[in-house]
Structure formats: C-alpha cells, structure tokens
C-alpha cells in the first residue's frame, strides 16, 4: 500500500505530509530491493566491503566500496566500455632475468640496461607484474607498451583513456627524470606520430592512474599505451615497478576494470528498472530524490532516475548538464517542457542531492540547498515505470557513477522543503 518504504534511512518525513512511498539507500544497504529489476549482459569489476577488487556475474549489481577508505559508495551504474588490451591479467608472464613479459607486451631496447621479470601476483584483488630496471644507462628514454603498435584501431577526433594501477615496488627514483604514462597515435604503417605524456604521481599503495587523449593526427590508424621512464645517459638506475590491470577504452574517462588474458573484451552496460509504480506514485503530483556520485564526464547528459512510458513520449528525468549543472527535465506527450539547470556545478567525483517536484504547472528543482528554480506551466507526463541511473529505455545517458539514493514523497513537496532534504 502506499506509504511502504524498504530500505528507508535517514531522510526526514516532511511535516505536512508525512514520510515516503519509496526509498533505496543504496549505500547504507548493500542490496537491491525487490521491485528493482536488474541486468547486465556480463561480468563487472567493483571493490567489496574489503577493499578488495572482485567480480560479479552476469545480471548481478555492483555495490561497490572506496578501495583506500572502505566507505561504501552505493549502486554502481556504467555504460557498455571495451577494454582493447587483450591481456592485463599477466597471462604467459615468467620469472628471470629477463624472464617473458606478458603475451602481447612490448618492451623498448634495453642498450645497456637489465630488465628482470621478478614476478606475478594480486594485490587487493587487482593482478600485477613486478619488473625491475637496473644499471647504468646508456641512452634517454625507454618503454613498455601493452599491447602491439598495430593492434588497436583508432582514428582522429576519437577521445581515448588509458589507465592502470601502478606503485614502486622496490627501489627508487634515484637518477630518474621522469616516470610517465603515455598514449601513442601510430600511423598505417607502425610509426608512431604523436604522444600525449602524463607524469605519474607515485604514493606508497597501489594507486590507479588515467589519462585520456583526443587523438590529433588526420594520419592515425592505431593507438597503444605504455609508461616510459626517462633518465640521463650514464647514470646508475635500480626500480622495481609493480603495474596492475592496464586499460585502454574508447571514452573521455575510466570505467571499472576489465580483466583480459587473450582478447578484447566488453562490459556490457547496468541496466535497472522499477517497473510498475503502483502502489506508491501519485499521477497527479510528487517529488523524486536522489543522491549519486557525479560521474568523470558530463558530455552525455548523465542521468540520476527518470520515471518514463516505456520510451521518450514522457518523462520527468533528474540529471546533469553540460559541465556538471544540475538539471531537470520534463517531456509530456512528446512536447519539451521543464528545463531546469541549478547551481553550484558539481565535479567530478562530488556528491549531488537533488530533489525535482512535479504538480500541474508547479514544476521545481533544488540541488544541494541550492535555490528552487520553478516553472510554472504545463501538464504531468503520463509515466508508468521508473529507470535508476538512466534515461528511459536502452543504454543512454547511463550516470558512469554511484547511486547512493533515490526516494520519492507522493506529494509535491514545498520549495522550503526541497531545500531542506538536500542539505
């Protein structure tokens, strides 16, 4: 009946019309509800309660925790990505000096350095190789690339992100210029004709650098990935490096991991649902709350919830601009109407409380306590479904974020109290 709320905490129920239809704390109870339907054509990488990285199987969810604190970070929702390294898991690996690299890896000229595979291993789940440089150099630069330089198709104007868990191991700096992780453009013909550089901060845990490139050159054919440690000829060098699960992915930030051994492979996107709204939605007025971890990117219009009609006739959609506005969007009957963008712009990475309400020409939106911006004309789109961390139907506008929470009040709260519960 209407007034059921599994899985409520912490929102207050409002004074003149009392608690919530629907509430999932997603962060504070790592589950899903039982009118939450889920999917995922696959596998996908989240960190447990541990801090361990861990698989979960196809059709199930990621309630994925902050690897370093520990704190739970809610229900993690991603678009479809391709990791195009064939083999981050180490596989074919050997011990010695030099030892075997991983299949496909390749690394640069030694000249008169010694490169040893000292070995394999997991970290807190993630799979890494140790390798160590020393002696003394005799040239400037040298690399290892994770894959072959004619392997990874790409072209101009495509925005890659390389990524990959990386600390020293043993060893030091000393004597090095620069440690960096790099991007390289290739032509047809193997030669590689541009390089975006990114120096790597190292820190004592096993920490996961990124670095994303739109590629530049109208002669680009192929992309690679590798980190490169640069040095003056003649100097005494001794590193060990300890690289964990690298990633090279078509997108404009990292996605979760996506472990490899002999092929390309692809997370397919999480899709969930509330599909039927009845007992708890009122047709003709109510307000929707959510909380989420704003995502990498914001290009796509990445989206909170969206209550819908099975497709794009009608919606009422909490989610972001471009560039991180809090925004409010509304469609009856195929008609645009409700625009609503708030402020402040959250970053990457920051935390959004949202609440929009909807009554017959008394629309409003209010992000973080922020001010309410209203509109004050059009009808209530008929819905009959809710989308979590999505727009609609299909596998658009996904939020690539954490949703912590997500509550609705079958009324249309006041403009005071939409401040109140986004404090």
Known sequence: M????????????????????????????PKLDERITFTRASTGTFFNSAGVLTSAATNAPRFD????????????????????????????????TPGTLPTNWVQSALGTLTLEVVGTGTENGITYIDIRYSGTTSSTLRSL???????????????????????????????????????????????????GTQAITFTSSLTRDTLTRTLASASTAFIANQIAIAFDPGVAIDITLRIGLPQLELGAFATSVIPTTTTALTRA???????????????????????????QGFANFPTQASFHDGG??????????????????????????TTLNASPVIAAGGLLKQAIAYAASDFALSANA????????????????????????GSNNLLNGYLRRVVYYPRRLSNAELQSITS
Do not use: C
Not at 4 to 21: E, H, K, T, Y
Not at 65 to 87: F, M, W
Not at 158 to 179: F, R, V, Y
């Open 370 to 393: 922020g001010t309410v911006g209203t509109v004050t004309t059009g009808n209530v789109p008929t819905v009959n479904a809710l989308r979590l961390g999505g727009y609609a139907t």
């Open 269 to 295: 996107a999480d899709v969930a649902s509330v599909n039927t709204l009845s007992p708890w939605y009122n047709a003709s007025a109510g307000t929707l709350y959510t909380e989420v971890t704003a995502p």
């Open 65 to 96: 925790y902050n690897p370093s604190t520990l704190a739970a970070q809610g229900l993690l929702i991603e678009e479809s990505r391709t990791n195009s390294i064939r083999n981050n898991t180490m596989v074919g690996a050997v011990a010695g």
């Open 2 to 29: 209407l007034g059921q709320n599994i899985g409520r905490v912490g929102l207050p129920d409002m004074a003149s019309g009392g608690r919530p239809s629907l509430s999932f704390n997603f962060a504070a109870m």
């Open 312 to 337: 794009v006739t009608n919606i009422i959609m909490s989610n972001f601009g471009t560039g991180g506005a809090p925004r409010y969007e509304r469609i009856a009957a195929s008609v645009v109407g």
């Open 145 to 195: 690339q994770f894959d072959a330089s004619t392997q990874i198709a790409a072209l101009q104007n495509q925005t890659w992100t390389s990524s990959l868990w990386i600390k020293i191991a043993a060893g030091s700096q000393t004597n090095i210029t620069s440690i960096s992780h790099r991007i390289r453009e290739i032509d047809s013909g193997g030669t590689a004709i541009a390089t």
